[in-house]
Protein backbone atom coordinates (compact mmCIF):
# COMPACT_ATOMS: atom_id res chain seq x y z
CA UNK A 1 0.00 0.00 0.00
CA UNK A 2 2.80 2.37 1.01
CA UNK A 3 4.91 2.32 -2.53
CA UNK A 4 1.38 3.07 -4.09
CA UNK A 5 0.84 5.97 -2.43
CA UNK A 6 4.74 6.77 -2.83
CA UNK A 7 4.40 5.74 -6.70
CA UNK A 8 1.08 8.22 -7.32
CA UNK A 9 3.03 11.31 -5.53
CA UNK A 10 5.84 10.92 -7.35
CA UNK A 11 3.21 11.19 -10.61
CA UNK A 12 1.90 14.21 -8.69
CA UNK A 13 5.08 16.14 -8.21
CA UNK A 14 6.39 15.53 -11.94
CA UNK A 15 2.78 16.80 -12.69
CA UNK A 16 3.51 14.98 -16.59
CA UNK A 17 1.74 16.58 -19.71
CA UNK A 18 1.36 15.59 -23.49
CA UNK A 19 0.37 17.96 -26.14
CA UNK A 20 0.04 18.93 -29.75
CA UNK A 21 1.33 21.70 -31.32
CA UNK A 22 0.95 23.17 -34.69
CA UNK A 23 2.33 26.67 -35.87
CA UNK A 24 5.07 28.22 -38.16
CA UNK A 25 8.48 27.50 -38.62
CA UNK A 26 10.56 29.59 -40.29
CA UNK A 27 14.40 28.36 -41.75
CA UNK A 28 17.19 30.33 -42.28
CA UNK A 29 17.68 28.50 -45.31
CA UNK A 30 17.88 30.12 -48.86
CA UNK A 31 15.60 29.19 -51.03
CA UNK A 32 12.79 27.68 -48.07
CA UNK A 33 10.66 29.93 -46.55
CA UNK A 34 8.11 29.83 -43.33
CA UNK A 35 5.69 27.16 -43.75
CA UNK A 36 2.88 25.08 -41.31
CA UNK A 37 4.81 23.18 -38.92
CA UNK A 38 3.44 20.55 -36.32
CA UNK A 39 4.26 18.12 -33.83
CA UNK A 40 3.87 16.14 -29.85
CA UNK A 41 5.41 17.05 -26.72
CA UNK A 42 5.62 15.29 -23.51
CA UNK A 43 6.66 17.45 -20.75
CA UNK A 44 7.35 17.26 -16.67
CA UNK A 45 8.55 18.87 -13.74
CA UNK A 46 12.22 18.43 -13.12
CA UNK A 47 12.60 16.40 -9.78
CA UNK A 48 16.65 16.31 -8.92
CA UNK A 49 16.66 20.33 -9.42
CA UNK A 50 13.81 23.35 -8.33
CA UNK A 51 14.69 26.32 -7.82
CA UNK A 52 13.44 28.73 -5.08
CA UNK A 53 11.34 30.33 -6.98
CA UNK A 54 9.28 29.44 -10.20
CA UNK A 55 9.89 25.34 -11.45
CA UNK A 56 12.03 24.19 -13.94
CA UNK A 57 9.81 22.18 -16.62
CA UNK A 58 11.51 19.70 -19.22
CA UNK A 59 9.87 18.98 -22.74
CA UNK A 60 10.49 16.79 -25.08
CA UNK A 61 9.25 17.52 -28.34
CA UNK A 62 9.14 16.49 -31.93
CA UNK A 63 8.26 18.56 -34.59
CA UNK A 64 8.26 18.25 -38.24
CA UNK A 65 8.50 20.80 -41.43
CA UNK A 66 7.86 20.05 -45.00
CA UNK A 67 8.38 22.67 -47.85
CA UNK A 68 10.02 21.70 -50.81
CA UNK A 69 12.84 21.66 -51.01
CA UNK A 70 13.35 21.26 -47.25
CA UNK A 71 12.15 18.57 -44.76
CA UNK A 72 13.01 18.60 -40.87
CA UNK A 73 12.38 16.69 -38.47
CA UNK A 74 13.76 18.27 -35.19
CA UNK A 75 13.63 16.25 -31.71
CA UNK A 76 14.31 18.70 -28.57
CA UNK A 77 14.56 18.69 -25.13
CA UNK A 78 13.98 21.92 -23.46
CA UNK A 79 14.06 23.04 -19.93
CA UNK A 80 12.03 26.35 -19.25
CA UNK A 81 12.17 28.21 -15.99
CA UNK A 82 8.03 28.35 -15.16
CA UNK A 83 6.47 31.05 -13.20
CA UNK A 84 3.04 31.74 -12.39
CA UNK A 85 1.99 35.34 -13.12
CA UNK A 86 -1.58 35.07 -12.78
CA UNK A 87 -3.92 32.80 -11.30
CA UNK A 88 -4.13 29.38 -13.62
CA UNK A 89 -1.25 31.41 -16.21
CA UNK A 90 2.03 30.54 -16.77
CA UNK A 91 5.21 31.72 -18.19
CA UNK A 92 8.66 30.60 -18.82
CA UNK A 93 12.33 30.89 -20.95
CA UNK A 94 14.92 28.46 -20.92
CA UNK A 95 17.74 26.72 -23.45
CA UNK A 96 17.47 23.46 -25.15
CA UNK A 97 19.54 20.96 -27.35
CA UNK A 98 18.47 18.92 -30.18
CA UNK A 99 18.93 16.13 -33.49
CA UNK A 100 17.40 17.19 -36.41
CA UNK A 101 17.41 15.21 -39.91
CA UNK A 102 17.03 17.10 -42.47
CA UNK A 103 16.44 16.05 -46.34
CA UNK A 104 17.93 19.05 -48.50
CA UNK A 105 16.62 18.30 -52.35
CA UNK A 106 17.43 14.80 -52.09
CA UNK A 107 20.28 14.16 -49.77
CA UNK A 108 19.83 13.52 -45.89
CA UNK A 109 22.13 14.38 -43.03
CA UNK A 110 21.57 14.51 -38.93
CA UNK A 111 22.38 17.80 -37.60
CA UNK A 112 22.65 18.58 -33.77
CA UNK A 113 21.50 21.93 -32.58
CA UNK A 114 20.81 24.14 -29.62
CA UNK A 115 18.17 26.53 -29.18
CA UNK A 116 16.81 29.25 -26.66
CA UNK A 117 12.85 29.63 -26.10
CA UNK A 118 9.84 31.04 -24.35
CA UNK A 119 6.69 29.65 -23.52
CA UNK A 120 3.69 30.17 -21.74
CA UNK A 121 0.70 28.21 -20.50
CA UNK A 122 -2.84 28.89 -19.39
CA UNK A 123 -4.77 26.07 -17.61
CA UNK A 124 -8.27 25.44 -18.59
CA UNK A 125 -9.09 23.38 -16.01
CA UNK A 126 -7.30 20.81 -13.72
CA UNK A 127 -6.30 18.84 -16.58
CA UNK A 128 -6.44 20.74 -20.06
CA UNK A 129 -3.42 23.65 -20.77
CA UNK A 130 -3.59 25.72 -23.64
CA UNK A 131 -0.33 27.57 -24.68
CA UNK A 132 1.97 29.15 -27.42
CA UNK A 133 5.44 28.68 -27.70
CA UNK A 134 8.73 31.01 -29.40
CA UNK A 135 12.51 29.62 -29.85
CA UNK A 136 15.49 29.86 -31.78
CA UNK A 137 16.85 27.11 -32.74
CA UNK A 138 20.94 27.10 -34.39
CA UNK A 139 22.23 23.86 -35.57
CA UNK A 140 25.56 22.82 -36.85
CA UNK A 141 26.75 23.21 -40.41
CA UNK A 142 26.64 19.84 -42.52
CA UNK A 143 27.73 19.15 -46.47
CA UNK A 144 24.61 18.80 -48.60
CA UNK A 145 25.23 18.44 -52.32
CA UNK A 146 29.23 19.77 -51.79
CA UNK A 147 27.49 22.82 -49.43
CA UNK A 148 28.05 23.67 -46.13
CA UNK A 149 24.85 24.31 -45.01
CA UNK A 150 23.22 24.66 -41.13
CA UNK A 151 19.10 24.53 -40.73
CA UNK A 152 18.82 27.76 -38.41
CA UNK A 153 14.93 28.43 -37.57
CA UNK A 154 12.76 29.82 -35.32
CA UNK A 155 9.53 28.57 -34.49
CA UNK A 156 6.10 29.44 -33.25
CA UNK A 157 3.48 26.97 -31.98
CA UNK A 158 0.35 27.08 -30.38
CA UNK A 159 -0.27 23.90 -28.34
CA UNK A 160 -3.36 21.97 -26.78
CA UNK A 161 -2.84 19.15 -24.09
CA UNK A 162 -3.78 17.72 -20.94
CA UNK A 163 -1.18 17.53 -17.71
CA UNK A 164 -1.77 14.53 -14.98
Given at each position: ????????DMVRDLSPGIAVM????????????????????????????????????????ITRYDDRPLRMTSTELNTH???E??????????PGISYMRARLGGETNGLWGA??????????????FMGVEARYQF???????????DMDNYRVMGKVGIRM
Open positions: MAGGVAQAGGVIDPELSGASSDWGYGVEASADCLLLQPAQGVLRHQLSWMFVAPRLEIGAGQVGGSMNYTLDNNVTESERFHGVSE
